[in-house]
């Protein structure tokens, strides 16, 4: 089981940055495969970005690739998302996801896919104005 609450929300100008935190609680964090998702209003949650239980790997959506940085740290059962660069369209609800203990990081497909991860946040609102 692993409970999350993330934090680092608020509201940017376009061009500006945000570090957006998540705390995990519960023993499995550290073999969890994480990712970071959004929901803007009236439209899906989309996948953001997710990193391996070991830190060692990420992946990116291509619409935040080279401006999002996801990193984690299993000794404080935290993991991040630098947001810089932020654009207006980068306005959302951002949550943070675990997949359970054992899941397997490979397959994009599940990678992205909020119904492969098992416990969610509460989520943190970005604004970014133009």
């Known amino acids: 089981q692993v409970q999350l609450v993330e934090s680092g929300g608020g509201l940017v100008q376009a061009g500006g940055s945000l570090r957006l935190s998540c705390a995990a609680s519960?023993?499995?964090?550290?073999?969890?495969?994480m990712g970071w998702f959004r929901q803007a209003p009236g439209k899906e949650r989309e996948f953001v970005a997710a990193v391996r239980w070991s830190g060692d790997s990420t992946y990116y959506a291509d619409s935040v690739k080279g401006r999002f940085t996801i990193s984690r740290d299993n000794a404080k059962n935290t993991m991040y998302l630098q947001m810089n660069n932020l654009k207006p369209e980068d306005t959302a609800v951002y949550y943070c996801?675990?997949?359970?203990?054992?899941?397997?990081?490979?397959?994009?497909?599940?990678?992205?896919?909020?119904?492969?991860?098992?416990?969610w946040g509460q989520g943190t609102q970005v604004t970014v104005s133009s």
């Open positions: 996801a675990a997949r359970g203990e054992g899941s397997s990081w490979y397959g994009i497909d599940r990678r992205m896919n909020p119904f492969s991860y098992d416990y």
């Open positions: 519960g023993r499995t964090f550290s073999s969890s495969n």
